[in-house]
C-alpha cells in the first residue's frame, strides 16, 4: 500500500482524476470500478473537465459500481445510478450499456449478486478500483464483520451509515436499510485500486484502516492485503496517521510519482 497526502481536497480529488485518466489512456477499453459519495464529485468533475479539455475518451470503457441502495429505482434521485449519470455517464462519451450498478430492485437480490459477480468476470475483471470510505470503515456498503473474502450481496448498512448518508434523503424520506454491495473478496480481486478520503471526518477511520490491524471490523483494513493499492489523502483525513514522514518522501521520491508531482491546477506542494 501506499499513501500520498495532498493538500487539500480538490487536490487529493485531482490526482485520483489523473490516476484514472492514465489508466484510459493506457488501456482504453479498461474496465473501471467506480465509487459514490461526496467525496467522488469532485474526481467526476475533473474528469469531465478532462474530457471536454483534454478529449479523455470514456468509449470503450467499461464501469462497475460498487454498490447500488435495496429497493431504490435507477430513476430514484437518490439512487447510485441516478448519481453516476448526474455526475459522470451523462457528461462524457461513455455507452451507457457499458455502465454497471447493481439493480436495486432486482425482483430477486440473491441471483442479482450472483449476475453481477459473473458479469464483472465476464469481462475479464475490473482493472482500476476507485474506492471512498465511509466512516464505519466501509467500502462499497461492506460495513463492519463483512468477511474479508465476501462477494456481491445485500448487507444491512450500520447506524453510523444511516447517519451519515440519512442527510442526503432529506427530512421528509426514510433511507433504506440495506444495500447490494460488491464483496471485500470482490474489491481485492481488482488489478490496482485507489481510495480517496478527504476532511477531519474521515481521519480517524483513515488511520485504523491504513496503520491499524487488518479487521473485518474495518473493512478498508482489507486494502492491506491488495497488491497494488494507493490510498490518497488531503492533510485533514491525514491527521492520525504516524509515519507520515515515510509517505510524504516516496511521493516526492518515487519515479512512479515523477507525473504527478507537477499539478498545474493545483493550490500548492505537500510540505
Ligand atoms: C457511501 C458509499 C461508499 C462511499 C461512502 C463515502 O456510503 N456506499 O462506497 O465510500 O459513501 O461517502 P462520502 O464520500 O459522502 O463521505
Redesign the pocket.
Known sequence: MEVIIRPDEADAARLVARLVARQLRQKPDSVLGL???????RVYAELTRMHRKEGLDFSLCRTFN??EYVGLAPTDPQS?RRFMGEQLFSKVNIDIRNTHLPHGQAPDLKAECLRYENLIRSVGGIDLQV??????G????NEPLSALQSRTREKA?TPV?LA??AP?FGPDREMPTH?I?MGVGTILESRRCVL????E??AAVIAKAVEGPITAMISASALQLHPCCQVIVDEAAARDLKATDYYRWIFENESDWAPFRDDPRGSGVAK
Open positions: 465509487a459514490t459519495g461526496r467525496t467522488m464529485e460498487l454498490d447510485y474506492l471512498g470510505i465511509g466512516e464505519s466501509h467500502i462499497g456498503f448498512l451509515t451519515q448518508n442526503l444495500g454491495t480517496l478520503a478527504a476532511g471526518a474521515k
